[in-house]
């Protein structure tokens, strides 16, 4: 089965804060979970470029706009690759391959009938474009974008390009209350649904004077506006940037060189933020209608990482930094904790303090605790790693099943939270089992020659470390390293490469007592040493 799953492109002018990466990590675990049921996915991600602010804070810095967002890029490939991603893509919208599918939309929308020229007035973001008049707020004496509050908006008049989103209002109703919707979580999908019906305004797709862009294509008589090189004229202006890093997911797709992004495209699973949802789930599936392409398969909405009850922003800041916290917590820690604090369908309040504490408590004291316990006791009594006792013979196998069935559900509705929450249940149901058993004062009398008491620690053992083997397998779209890590300890191979391909089909391998014996068990080591409350502040200094 073909998997294609996208990001939303994110804005070029800074570094990267852990709240911009946060569903960059979530995808990636979607991407590497389908990867090791056997899928064939393509994972795309990337970087809007092209902006009026981009363009300024270049000149402001003495650079040319294309060498300020290469050292910007730069920024964020350097902190994903700390994070394991492991994107089949990395897309820029200065790539060649995006000029040409931006290009053809703008050529098919005018062939069908969808673009017509006209005059705009009205409130322009440099981050993000025309706003509504019910889209600002006032912040005292100034009008500002809630997206972006720290930079000034201005107002434009211009003439531009219009692209008629007013025509598909019957049917982005129609393809919104489809059931299941293509827009989830459900709530979120409402409101989309609440502004279509408001009723729907044409939105503008080109930008007059501006030279940091794509060329707009056609003149005014409908004639090329470009070069036989590629080159645009200045007249005809550049497309608009929504427009423009909207098309980045058909570019990925392999559009225009397919004409229809075969074999990828529809998407089946476009990963936003909240604040660009009308973006995603009103203008994009309008402008591939216009274009002859159907819509996404599937939209999801996440929130936002609060501070304090605050969005965090570079603007703010009030951000965390991804560098510090895989300083900290590792790449694996750091990855875990984010999805693990932070619910994947609303927004979720975190901070160095409570990323501390999560790690300590669910992985340094629970699960690493439990890997532990359970490698130092096998070590220490067998030279082979026991196996486990049957399903049906082991408190720890009869609770397995449910919690593999319910941590699938959960990643097939993207509920990552929920997801780790049914493995971390599961390590607790584990760490429950030691306790009650005692496997120590067994190995005490296995020592002492008591024959039944090696027996049961032998099948004890043999439940943990099948637990510990699960647990890894499971978690590994959120923790890689680690959970490849731990086959090693047990004396497993780990099945699959580094971003969780090759390897055989996660539900063979998934069930208890699925595999025979392996070889000795590696040497125990903490796999979460313990941080301390200042741990992220000193690695910022």
Same mark, same amino acid.
């Given at each position: 089965?073909? =998997? =294609?799953?996208?990001?939303?492109?994110?804005?070029?002018?800074?570094?990267?804060?852990?709240?911009?990466?946060?569903?960059?990590?979530?995808?990636?675990?979607?991407?590497?979970?389908?990867?090791?049921?056997?899928?064939?996915?393509?994972?795309?991600?990337?970087?809007?470029?092209?902006?009026?602010?981009?363009?300024?804070?270049?000149?402001?810095?003495?650079?040319?706009?294309?060498?300020?967002?290469?050292?910007?890029?730069?920024?964020?490939?350097?902190?994903?690759?700390?994070?394991?991603?492991?994107?089949?893509?990395?897309?820029?919208?200065?790539?060649?391959?995006?000029?040409?599918?931006?290009?053809?939309?703008?050529?098919?929308?005018?062939?069908?009938?969808?673009?017509?020229?006209?005059?705009?007035?009205?409130?322009?973001?440099?981050?993000?474009?025309?706003?509504?008049?019910?889209?600002?707020?006032?912040?005292?004496?100034?009008?500002?974008?809630?997206?972006?509050?720290?930079?000034?908006?201005?107002?434009?008049?211009?003439?531009?390009?219009?692209?008629?989103?007013?025509?598909?209002?019957?049917?982005?109703?129609?393809?919104?209350?489809?059931?299941?919707?293509?827009?989830?979580?459900?709530?979120?999908?409402?409101?989309?649904?609440?502004?279509?019906?408001?009723?729907?305004?044409?939105?503008?797709?080109?930008?007059?004077?501006?030279?940091?862009?794509?060329?707009?294509?056609?003149?005014?008589?409908?004639?090329?506006?470009?070069?036989?090189?590629?080159?645009?004229?200045?007249?005809?202006?550049?497309?608009?940037?929504?427009?423009?890093?909207?098309?980045?997911?058909?570019?990925?797709?392999?559009?225009?060189?397919?004409?229809?992004?075969?074999?990828?495209?529809?998407?089946?699973?476009?990963?936003?933020?909240? !604040?660009?949802?009308?973006?995603?789930?009103?203008?994009?599936?309008?402008?591939?209608?216009?274009?002859?392409?159907?819509?996404?398969?599937?939209?999801?909405?996440?929130?936002?990482?609060?501070?304090?009850?605050?969005?965090?922003?570079?603007?703010?800041?009030?951000?965390?930094?991804? !560098?510090?916290?895989?300083?900290?917590?590792?790449?694996?820690?750091?990855?875990?904790?984010?999805?693990?604090?932070?619910?994947?369908?609303?927004?979720?309040?975190?901070?160095?303090?409570?990323?501390?504490?999560?790690?300590?408590?669910?992985?340094?004291?629970?699960?690493?605790?439990?890997?532990?316990?359970?490698?130092?006791?096998?070590?220490?009594?067998?030279?082979?790693?026991?196996?486990?006792?049957?399903?049906?013979?082991?408190?720890?196998?009869?609770?397995?099943?449910?919690?593999?069935?319910?941590?699938?559900?959960?990643?097939?509705?993207?509920?990552?939270?929920?997801?780790?929450?049914?493995?971390?249940?599961?390590?607790?149901?584990? /760490?429950?089992?030691?306790?009650?058993?005692?496997?120590?004062?067994?190995?005490?009398?296995?020592?002492?020659?008591?024959?039944?008491?090696?027996?049961?620690?032998?099948?004890?053992?043999?439940?943990?470390?099948?637990?510990?083997?699960?647990?890894?397998? =499971?978690?590994?779209?959120?923790?890689?390293?680690?959970?490849?890590?731990?086959?090693?300890?047990?004396?497993?191979?780990?099945? =699959?490469?580094?971003?969780?391909? /090759?390897?055989?089909?996660?539900?063979?391998?998934?069930?208890?007592?699925?595999?025979?014996?392996?070889?000795?068990?590696?040497?125990?080591?903490?796999?979460?040493?313990?941080?301390?409350?200042?741990?992220?502040?000193?690695?910022?200094?």
């Amino acid at each position: 089965m073909r =998997y =294609y799953l996208t990001t939303a492109i994110a804005y070029a002018n800074n570094k990267p804060g852990l709240h911009t990466l946060y569903e960059v990590i979530g995808a990636d675990a979607i991407a590497r979970w389908r990867r090791m049921r056997g899928d064939e996915v393509r994972f795309l991600t990337g970087t809007d470029e092209y902006s009026v602010n981009i363009a300024a804070r270049a000149t402001e810095e003495g650079m040319s706009p294309k060498d300020f967002v290469d050292a910007k890029v730069a920024l964020f490939q350097a902190s994903e690759a700390k994070l394991l991603i492991s994107p089949d893509r990395f897309i820029r919208t200065t790539d060649a391959d995006h000029t040409l599918a931006a290009q053809e939309m703008v050529r098919r929308s005018f062939a069908a009938g969808d673009i017509y020229l006209g005059s705009y007035e009205g409130w322009y973001c440099p981050n993000e474009g025309f706003r509504n008049t019910d889209d600002v707020v006032k912040v005292g004496e100034d009008t500002v974008c809630p997206n972006h509050p720290g930079i000034a908006l201005q107002w434009l008049t211009e003439r531009n390009w219009f692209f008629k989103l007013s025509a598909y209002q019957e049917r982005l109703e129609a393809w919104l209350t489809q059931d299941p919707s293509p827009v989830q979580p459900e709530y979120r999908r409402n409101e989309m649904l609440g502004f279509v019906r408001q009723g729907l305004e044409d939105f503008s797709i080109s930008r007059e004077g501006a030279s940091w862009g794509i060329p707009f294509p056609i003149h005014e008589d409908g004639s090329s506006a470009l070069t036989a090189s590629g080159e645009g004229d200045p007249k005809a202006g550049t497309i608009y940037v929504w427009y423009d890093a909207l098309i980045n997911y058909l570019t990925g797709a392999g559009f225009p060189a397919d004409p229809a992004g075969a074999p990828w495209w529809p998407a089946d699973l476009h990963i936003i933020g909240k !604040d660009i949802n009308r973006f995603h789930s009103v203008f994009w599936p309008a402008m591939l209608w216009s274009a002859g392409l159907e819509a996404p398969k599937r939209i999801w909405v996440h929130g936002w990482l609060l501070s304090s009850g605050e969005r965090m922003s570079k603007s703010r800041g009030n951000f965390l930094d991804p !560098d510090d916290a895989v300083a900290a917590l590792g790449a694996d820690g750091t990855r875990f904790v984010a999805l693990r604090e932070v619910p994947f369908d609303r927004d979720g309040d975190v901070s160095w303090d409570s990323i501390i504490r999560r790690y300590n408590s669910e992985l340094a004291n629970d699960f690493g605790n439990l890997v532990n316990r359970a490698t130092t006791l096998a070590s220490r009594a067998f030279t082979e790693a026991p196996l486990p006792r049957p399903a049906a013979e082991s408190p720890l196998g009869k609770v397995w099943e449910e919690t593999r069935r319910e941590a699938i559900a959960a990643l097939e509705r993207n509920a990552l939270h929920d997801w780790l929450g049914a493995l971390w249940g599961f390590v607790g149901a584990a /760490n429950k089992f030691v306790d009650a058993e005692k496997p120590w004062e067994l190995a005490k009398a296995a020592k002492a020659g008591d024959a039944a008491a090696e027996e049961k620690l032998r099948g004890v053992l043999g439940d943990l470390l099948e637990s510990c083997r699960l647990i890894s397998l =499971y978690a590994a779209p959120a923790m890689p390293a680690i959970s490849a890590k731990i086959w090693t300890l047990l004396g497993r191979r780990w099945p =699959y490469d580094e971003s969780g391909h /090759n390897g055989p089909p996660l539900d063979t391998i998934g069930e208890w007592g699925a595999l025979d014996a392996g070889g000795p068990l590696g040497a125990p080591e903490p796999l979460f040493p313990r941080l301390e409350a200042d741990a992220l502040d000193a690695t910022a200094d």
